[in-house]
């Protein structure tokens, strides 16, 4: 089992910069990869980035250059996932989801956190 929290949502003006944190516990040695995926108001849920154990990052095209994913590993049984967001739009108002994809008996595990809701004014 893998428990994910997140934490660091809130209120921003457009341009600004917010991170947010992921905390991962319980069979980390399991997890393939973390990520973060959002789902704005009447839209699908929409991947936003991954990043695998061994440190390879990829981003939908919306965030380029803009969000960095990066990961620290306290010890066997934590870990925390981080998104920094910068030159933040009103379009990247969403609930941000952290995500664990992790090996179980034959079959891949899915994980998802609680969610925490960015917005972003104009």
């Known amino acids: 089992q893998v428990q994910l929290v997140e934490s660091g949502g809130g209120l921003v003006q457009a341009g600004g910069s917010l991170r947010l944190s992921c905390a991962a516990s319980?069979?980390?040695?399991?997890?393939?990869?973390m990520g973060w995926y959002r789902q704005a108001p009447g839209k699908e849920r929409e991947w936003v980035a991954t990043i695998t154990p061994g440190d390879g990052t990829n981003y939908v095209n919306s965030v380029k250059g803009r969000f960095t994913i990066s990961r620290d590993n306290a010890n066997n049984t934590k870990s925390t996932v981080y998104l920094q967001m910068n030159s933040l739009k009103p379009e990247d108002t969403a609930v941000y989801y952290c995500n664990a994809r992790a090996m179980g008996i034959g079959t891949e595990i899915t994980y998802w956190g609680q969610g925490t809701q960015v917005t972003v004014s104009s």
């Open positions: 319980g069979s980390i040695g399991r997890i393939k990869a």
